[in-house]
């Protein structure tokens, strides 16, 4: 079956510094979304991404679908503390509505 | 918007008891999910509805489990008998139009001793 990886696993940042976290499918995705998740909360929808090589920005975040719509990216600019939390992205798999969940990449900021 | 809602919030039981998660999706939602997050296995999605059809049920770990949705605005996840390894936040998310984003409930904290 589709298998989505992130990576890292785990960042920790220093308030300011940025960071990115890279998303892999083992299949072609017709799009791809990106949700955060607080310690404690559940997973909250971010963006999504359909075109191939899409680019898209909310304030500090950068969101980039690749060329082969087999990966993505998320990419924050001087993080804040409230950038904690984990960043999952996702995609359908064997159909539009099943959607997986990559493995996840949980951000620390250090102030 | 009340959003999805997830009940119970916590819920603790013994090993070989009964267990039933009940979720309601945001009214005019067409589709549901179970996803189950633990440390190990990050979130896993269970099964999923489409007008109130089980479409895809290949995530559910065993017979103990199984879900219905009986009608558009309720549906229930449960477990039968539960085992320790149950222990996990079960989410059900739901989702309009069939095209995202997903919108996720609170979860519910399950704790099999």
């Known amino acids: 079956g589709q298998q989505v990886m992130q990576i890292p696993q785990y960042q920790h940042v220093q308030e300011g510094e940025d960071f990115t976290t890279y998303c892999n499918s083992s299949?072609?995705?017709?799009?791809i979304q990106w949700y955060k998740q607080r310690p404690g909360g559940h997973p909250v929808f971010l963006i999504q991404?359909?075109?191939?090589?899409e680019v898209k920005k909310q304030k500090r975040l950068t969101f980039q679908f690749g060329e082969a719509k087999k990966n993505s990216s998320l990419h924050i600019t001087a993080t804040q503390t409230t950038d904690v939390g984990t960043y999952f992205c996702?995609?359908?798999?064997?159909?539009?509505?099943?959607?997986?969940f990559g493995t996840g990449t949980k951000l620390q900021v250090i102030p | 918007d009340a959003g999805v809602i997830q009940s119970p919030r916590h819920e603790v039981t013994e090993m070989g008891q009964e267990v039933t998660l009940r979720c309601k999706p945001i009214s005019g939602h067409n589709s549901l999910f179970w996803y189950r997050q633990t440390m190990m296995r990050g979130l896993e999605l269970l099964i999923y509805?489409?007008?109130?059809?089980?479409?895809?049920d290949s995530g559910m770990p065993e017979d103990r489990f199984s879900a219905k949705m009986p009608n558009a605005s309720f549906s229930t996840l449960k477990i039968q008998p539960s085992e320790p390894r149950d222990s996990a936040v079960y989410f059900c998310?739901?989702?309009?139009?069939?095209?995202?984003?997903?919108?996720f409930g609170n979860g519910t904290r399950l704790t099999v001793t």
């Open positions: 996702a995609g359908p798999a064997g159909g539009y509505q099943k959607v997986t």
């Open positions: 299949t072609t995705l017709s799009n």
């Open positions: 991404l359909v075109k191939s090589g």
């Open positions: 509805f489409n007008n109130n059809v089980p479409i895809d």
């Open positions: 998310a739901s989702q309009g139009n069939s095209r995202p984003p997903l919108h």
